[in-house]
Protein backbone atom coordinates (compact mmCIF):
# COMPACT_ATOMS: atom_id res chain seq x y z
CA UNK A 1 0.00 0.00 0.00
CA UNK A 2 1.32 3.78 -0.69
CA UNK A 3 1.71 6.14 2.06
CA UNK A 4 2.65 9.39 2.03
CA UNK A 5 6.23 10.01 2.61
CA UNK A 6 6.60 13.41 4.64
CA UNK A 7 10.44 13.30 4.01
CA UNK A 8 9.90 13.49 0.22
CA UNK A 9 8.53 16.92 1.19
CA UNK A 10 9.98 20.25 -0.67
CA UNK A 11 9.33 24.09 -1.53
CA UNK A 12 8.67 24.85 -4.99
CA UNK A 13 10.50 27.22 -6.47
CA UNK A 14 7.56 29.54 -5.75
CA UNK A 15 7.77 29.16 -2.12
CA UNK A 16 4.65 27.34 -2.32
CA UNK A 17 3.68 25.07 0.25
CA UNK A 18 5.33 21.47 -0.17
CA UNK A 19 3.42 18.78 -1.50
CA UNK A 20 4.20 15.18 -0.64
CA UNK A 21 5.63 12.91 -3.27
CA UNK A 22 2.27 11.29 -3.83
CA UNK A 23 -0.25 13.92 -3.48
CA UNK A 24 1.95 16.08 -6.38
CA UNK A 25 2.06 12.38 -8.31
CA UNK A 26 -1.90 11.98 -7.88
CA UNK A 27 -2.08 16.54 -8.93
CA UNK A 28 0.38 15.46 -12.01
CA UNK A 29 -1.83 12.49 -13.00
CA UNK A 30 -5.04 14.56 -12.08
CA UNK A 31 -3.75 17.68 -14.42
CA UNK A 32 -3.08 15.22 -17.40
CA UNK A 33 -6.63 13.66 -17.49
CA UNK A 34 -7.97 17.12 -17.35
CA UNK A 35 -5.57 17.90 -20.54
CA UNK A 36 -7.13 14.58 -22.31
CA UNK A 37 -10.88 15.51 -21.06
CA UNK A 38 -10.24 19.28 -22.28
CA UNK A 39 -8.94 17.85 -25.74
CA UNK A 40 -12.22 15.48 -25.78
CA UNK A 41 -14.24 18.05 -25.47
CA UNK A 42 -13.34 20.35 -27.48
CA UNK A 43 -13.09 17.46 -30.40
CA UNK A 44 -17.09 16.95 -30.00
CA UNK A 45 -17.80 20.54 -30.40
CA UNK A 46 -16.70 19.51 -33.86
CA UNK A 47 -18.40 15.90 -34.02
CA UNK A 48 -21.61 16.49 -32.69
CA UNK A 49 -22.96 19.25 -35.59
CA UNK A 50 -21.69 16.45 -37.72
CA UNK A 51 -24.11 13.90 -36.03
CA UNK A 52 -27.13 16.83 -35.84
CA UNK A 53 -26.55 16.39 -39.91
CA UNK A 54 -27.06 12.85 -39.92
CA UNK A 55 -30.25 12.68 -37.63
CA UNK A 56 -33.50 12.57 -38.65
CA UNK A 57 -35.08 12.33 -35.97
CA UNK A 58 -36.75 16.10 -34.59
CA UNK A 59 -36.00 14.70 -30.64
CA UNK A 60 -32.96 13.14 -31.69
CA UNK A 61 -31.44 16.60 -33.70
CA UNK A 62 -33.04 19.02 -30.44
CA UNK A 63 -31.34 16.78 -27.58
CA UNK A 64 -27.70 16.81 -30.01
CA UNK A 65 -28.47 20.66 -30.72
CA UNK A 66 -28.69 21.01 -26.89
CA UNK A 67 -26.10 19.03 -25.99
CA UNK A 68 -23.52 20.90 -28.59
CA UNK A 69 -23.96 24.05 -26.64
CA UNK A 70 -23.86 22.65 -23.35
CA UNK A 71 -20.67 20.97 -24.35
CA UNK A 72 -19.26 23.86 -25.59
CA UNK A 73 -19.75 25.56 -22.19
CA UNK A 74 -18.10 22.57 -20.68
CA UNK A 75 -15.01 23.49 -22.53
CA UNK A 76 -14.84 26.94 -20.60
CA UNK A 77 -15.68 25.26 -17.15
CA UNK A 78 -12.76 22.91 -17.91
CA UNK A 79 -10.82 26.47 -18.35
CA UNK A 80 -12.18 27.13 -15.32
CA UNK A 81 -11.00 24.14 -13.73
CA UNK A 82 -7.47 24.69 -14.71
CA UNK A 83 -7.89 28.03 -13.80
CA UNK A 84 -8.84 27.31 -10.30
CA UNK A 85 -6.10 24.59 -9.95
CA UNK A 86 -3.29 27.38 -11.10
CA UNK A 87 -3.00 25.23 -14.11
CA UNK A 88 -2.92 26.36 -18.03
CA UNK A 89 -5.69 25.31 -20.14
CA UNK A 90 -3.48 22.33 -22.56
CA UNK A 91 -5.51 20.16 -24.60
CA UNK A 92 -3.97 16.27 -25.25
CA UNK A 93 -5.25 13.90 -27.67
CA UNK A 94 -7.58 11.71 -25.81
CA UNK A 95 -7.37 8.19 -27.61
CA UNK A 96 -10.20 7.01 -26.15
CA UNK A 97 -12.36 10.09 -27.82
CA UNK A 98 -10.83 9.73 -31.00
CA UNK A 99 -11.81 6.17 -31.19
CA UNK A 100 -14.84 7.03 -30.38
CA UNK A 101 -15.63 9.73 -32.27
CA UNK A 102 -14.05 7.58 -35.49
CA UNK A 103 -16.88 4.80 -34.36
CA UNK A 104 -19.55 7.85 -34.77
CA UNK A 105 -18.52 8.27 -38.42
CA UNK A 106 -18.24 4.50 -39.41
CA UNK A 107 -22.05 4.00 -37.94
CA UNK A 108 -22.78 7.05 -40.41
CA UNK A 109 -21.42 6.27 -43.29
CA UNK A 110 -22.52 2.21 -43.07
CA UNK A 111 -25.86 3.20 -42.67
CA UNK A 112 -28.98 4.51 -44.14
CA UNK A 113 -29.97 7.55 -43.44
CA UNK A 114 -33.50 7.57 -41.18
CA UNK A 115 -34.20 5.48 -37.92
CA UNK A 116 -31.26 2.81 -38.34
CA UNK A 117 -28.47 5.79 -38.41
CA UNK A 118 -30.18 7.67 -35.82
CA UNK A 119 -30.35 4.51 -33.90
CA UNK A 120 -26.44 4.12 -34.55
CA UNK A 121 -26.08 7.39 -34.02
CA UNK A 122 -27.68 7.55 -30.14
CA UNK A 123 -25.66 4.09 -29.87
CA UNK A 124 -21.87 5.89 -30.27
CA UNK A 125 -23.59 8.82 -28.30
CA UNK A 126 -24.36 7.06 -25.38
CA UNK A 127 -20.76 5.26 -25.71
CA UNK A 128 -19.41 8.98 -25.47
CA UNK A 129 -21.57 9.71 -22.46
CA UNK A 130 -20.44 7.02 -20.46
CA UNK A 131 -16.50 7.53 -21.03
CA UNK A 132 -17.65 10.92 -19.43
CA UNK A 133 -19.48 10.29 -17.08
CA UNK A 134 -16.94 7.65 -16.01
CA UNK A 135 -13.78 10.50 -16.93
CA UNK A 136 -15.88 13.67 -14.37
CA UNK A 137 -16.91 11.31 -11.70
CA UNK A 138 -13.01 10.16 -11.26
CA UNK A 139 -12.14 13.59 -11.78
CA UNK A 140 -14.34 15.33 -9.24
CA UNK A 141 -13.26 12.61 -6.82
CA UNK A 142 -9.56 13.47 -7.26
CA UNK A 143 -10.22 16.55 -6.85
CA UNK A 144 -11.75 17.04 -3.37
CA UNK A 145 -9.08 14.36 -2.39
CA UNK A 146 -6.49 17.09 -3.41
CA UNK A 147 -8.51 19.72 -1.83
CA UNK A 148 -9.31 21.48 -4.89
CA UNK A 149 -13.36 22.18 -4.08
CA UNK A 150 -13.88 24.76 -6.60
CA UNK A 151 -12.29 22.58 -9.10
CA UNK A 152 -14.66 19.34 -7.83
CA UNK A 153 -17.79 21.31 -8.07
CA UNK A 154 -17.40 22.51 -10.92
CA UNK A 155 -16.50 18.94 -12.20
CA UNK A 156 -19.46 17.30 -10.33
CA UNK A 157 -21.81 20.51 -12.53
CA UNK A 158 -20.29 18.82 -16.02
CA UNK A 159 -20.81 15.15 -14.80
CA UNK A 160 -24.97 16.12 -13.52
CA UNK A 161 -24.45 17.34 -17.73
CA UNK A 162 -23.47 14.07 -19.12
CA UNK A 163 -25.77 11.63 -16.85
CA UNK A 164 -28.67 14.05 -17.96
CA UNK A 165 -27.37 13.48 -21.72
CA UNK A 166 -27.36 9.78 -21.42
CA UNK A 167 -31.18 10.01 -20.06
CA UNK A 168 -31.80 11.69 -22.80
CA UNK A 169 -30.16 9.59 -25.49
CA UNK A 170 -32.09 6.52 -23.83
CA UNK A 171 -35.39 8.06 -23.85
CA UNK A 172 -35.05 9.21 -27.11
CA UNK A 173 -33.76 5.15 -28.16
CA UNK A 174 -37.78 4.10 -26.75
FE1 LIG B 1 -19.05 16.71 -22.37
ZN1 LIG C 1 -10.33 10.83 -22.54
FE1 LIG D 1 -8.14 9.37 -22.67
FE1 LIG E 1 -21.47 14.81 -23.20
Known sequence: MTKLNPSQNRTTQKGEKAKSGVAQ????????????IYWAEKELTKAIPKMIKNATSEELVEALTGHLDVTTEQVAR???????????PVAK??????????EVEEIMANTKKGVVRDAGIILAGQKVEHY?????????????????????????????EEKEADNALSGISK
Not at 80 to 88: L, T, Y
Not at 93 to 102: D, H
Open 25 to 36: ALRDLFVNELKD
Open 93 to 102: KCEAMAGLIK
Open 132 to 160: EIATYGTLATFAKVLGENIAASLLVETLK
Open 78 to 88: LEEVFDSIGAK
